[in-house]
């Protein structure tokens, strides 16, 4: 599964027309991170009651913010709060070394929800000392600190200082690591006490017997052993996290009394009802009525994910709230509506086709709030819900982000990448032109399609690829967009101006796959991101099987190394090729096959070739990830405290968002 599009790396920017005045995408940077600020165009024209939903519906998906950072590590909320302390009281030098570092950790603490990178899950290294730590938290007023049920600050600092400071503690937050207790040796805070083993067995037993609708085991709750026996300890009102849920169950209540009509406000009920109960029976019974809500208004709330989880079944807790571009869904609503000639078209193995692809609901949209584990890092593109059997019975729903792109595309605008990597000005020039309708029509069809294609030979269960089956299904919808959008049926139906625009596609993720998304590892490590995975699989792949005939190659000039495609039709024949083993592999549960293909691609790292790209692209001082402040909504009220309009505003900073957030909407102890 999984099937969240994670941010494209940079495209180097193509130009469009400017209707910007005094907007600025950029609002800060530091470490490996840049934070843009993102448009809501079109909110000002929606109905005041769609104005409403959106805001109650925003504050739902503020309020789950801390259980994100408790779900990721289990001291992650007071080593938040106890930094936050010092942040806003410290009366010492705050111009000294240590405290700049210090400063620039809280940010990445904040941006990753917790103390691992949010993206390679490794540890952050503070760039200061414990001795400073200790000595600048014991100048503070104790009452400052987020000390518990009597605990002094000796004792606080003895609880948090070598998770934060010690590198073998608590060293990574999702162990992908082939051959390791991927349970014991992950520093998530979804189990406790447990072994793989035992975790394997404990949802190994309650996946018998076979079931055709089984719900999602595990998805919301953590798993803990006390006292030799093993249980579950379910996030719900009254359970664990309560004091949150509760929270954005108030305001759910809110966006029901204005939903915009009957469906979407049993949609929310449904919601409602499953953070009360817990039970995972309602959380299907919501996913199928929020498959089928088609209103303009629409929002993502709950335990949705599981890449964190190495075993792929906790979710982490998400949220977006979004409303449909009407204009800009007519393209998805093309691509949807050919869903079927898609998949009897495709290269695949016809016993792994859908005979009736059912449902796929496609639509751009405008994302006006961003919660959880979409903020402030967030997809592009997303594909939900995620249980197998409800996208066959009941279908999906799949959206691209368009004012998120937009918002990349824009700060990227000549920031020289495209000039860096491409082997000549014809590259540049096609990226230029055509690199931002590529680039979003790859996302469409990888998320209307590519998820949605194909089906699994009877007995064939979800997780039957085990620790691998991430960037299998990533690899399946990328080449599933990568084969289609070389294909003439894009001009036929006017989704594309002509027969040459996708080769600034097939350009971009050629070099993307084989060279410049390296830049988002450290030296020495391999890949593990499955998303990064499924791409150099797919691009060493091609660029393995096509070697023959010189199909791609890596060409050297300078010392510099470029990706450069000789045959771009042979190209989309050989995606075609891996397209049809790759959907064999998922269809078959083949294991064995999918570990030997992931590990033969999509994993080790040509340590000079990083350099190198490490190197370059040092010099551009381009920041390799991208987040995003939110927004601020304020209700406008008349005299009678009615409310007559709700106003949008993008002037808040990110430490000032973050502190807000931790003021107004922090719920756990
Ligand atoms: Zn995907």
Redesign the pocket.
């Known amino acids: 599964m999984?099937?969240?599009?994670m941010e494209a790396c940079q495209s180097g920017g193509g130009q469009r027309s400017g209707e910007d005045e005094n907007f600025s995408y950029p609002v800060e940077r530091f470490a490996d991170v840049e934070i843009l600020r993102y448009r809501v165009p079109g909110f000002e024209a929606l109905s005041l009651q769609q104005k409403k939903l959106v805001y109650y519906l925003s504050q739902a998906a503020i309020e789950g913010r801390d259980i994100l950072f408790d779900q990721h590590g289990k001291h992650n909320l007071t080593i938040r709060r106890t930094l936050e302390a010092i942040y806003q009281n410290y009366a010492g030098d705050t111009a000294a070394a240590g405290y700049k570092a210090l400063v620039v950790y809280l940010k990445r603490v904040w941006f990753s929800s917790g103390i691992h990178h949010h993206y390679a899950t490794d540890k952050l290294a503070p760039g200061f000392s414990q001795a400073y730590f200790t000595e600048v938290v014991q100048s503070l007023d104790p009452s400052l600190l987020p000390l518990q049920d009597g605990q002094t600050v000796d004792e606080l600092l003895a609880a948090i200082a070598p998770v934060m400071f010690d590198p073998t503690v608590d060293a990574k937050r999702v162990n992908q690591a082939d051959g390791e207790d991927l349970i014991a040796t992950s520093a998530n805070n979804f189990y406790s006490s447990l072994t793989q083993k035992e975790v394997e067995r404990f949802y190994g037993e309650l996946k018998k017997p076979a079931n055709p609708t089984p719900v999602s085991h595990g998805l919301n709750s953590r798993l803990a052993k006390k006292d030799g026996k093993i249980a579950e300890e379910v996030w719900k009102v009254g359970g664990l996290y309560s004091e949150a849920i509760e929270k954005i169950v108030c305001w759910l209540e809110k966006a029901a009394s204005v939903a915009e009509n009957d469906g979407q406000k049993s949609v929310i009920e449904a919601l409602i009802k499953f953070y009360q109960t817990g039970d995972l029976k309602s959380f299907d019974d919501y996913s199928i009525l929020w498959a089928a809500d088609t209103s303009r208004v629409d929002f993502i709330n709950g335990f949705i994910e599981t890449y964190g989880d190495p075993l792929g079944y906790k979710g982490t807790w998400e949220a977006m709230v979004n409303f449909k571009n009407l204009e800009a869904t007519k393209r998805t609503e093309i691509i949807s509506g050919n869903a079927q000639w898609f998949e009897d078209n495709s290269p695949v193995d016809k016993r792994f086709k859908k005979e009736v692809v059912k449902g796929v609901s496609a639509k751009v949209i405008t994302a006006a709030i961003l919660g959880g584990d979409c903020y402030p890092a967030t997809p592009i593109?997303i594909?939900l819900p995620n249980a197998n059997w409800i996208r066959a019975l009941h279908g999906s729903k799949s959206v691209t982000i368009e004012n998120i792109t937009d918002a990349y595309d824009k700060a990227a605008q000549g920031n020289g990448f495209a000039q860096e990597f491409y082997w000549s000005q014809s590259e540049v020039e096609l990226m230029s032109k055509y690199g931002f309708i590529t680039s979003n029509m790859h996302t469409d069809l990888?998320?209307c399609l590519?998820?949605a294609s194909g089906k699994l030979m009877p007995g064939v269960g979800q997780g039957a690829l085990k620790a691998y089956g991430s960037a299998i299904?990533?690899a399946r919808?990328d080449l599933f967009g990568l084969y289609y959008i070389a294909d003439a049926k894009m001009v036929a139906l006017g989704l594309l101006p002509n027969d040459t625009a996708y080769k600034a596609e097939y350009n971009k993720f050629m070099t993307n796959g084989l060279l410049t998304q390296l830049v988002r590892i450290v030296p020495g490590n391999n890949l593990e991101e499955p998303?990064m995975r499924n791409r150099q699989l797919i691009a060493r792949w091609v660029l393995e099987k096509g070697a023959p005939e010189n199909v791609v190659e890596l060409k050297k000039q300078n010392g510099k190394t470029y990706a450069v495609i000789n045959d771009y039709g042979k190209l989309r024949t050989l995606f075609g090729e891996l397209l049809s083993e790759i959907q064999r592999i998922r269809s078959e549960g083949d294991y064995s096959g999918a570990k030997n293909i992931v590990e033969a691609y999509g994993v080790k790292v040509d340590p000079d070739l990083h350099g190198e790209i490490l190197a370059r692209y040092q010099k551009l001082n381009i920041a390799p990830y991208k987040g995003f402040v939110n927004p601020a909504y304020e209700l406008i009220t008349d005299q009678s405290g009615e409310v007559t309009d709700v106003k949008v505003t993008y002037s808040e900073g990110y430490a000032e968002q973050m502190l807000r957030y931790s003021k107004e909407h922090s719920w756990l102890k």
């Open positions: 999984g099937t969240i599009l593109g594909n990888h998320e590519g998820h299904e990533e919808a998303h």
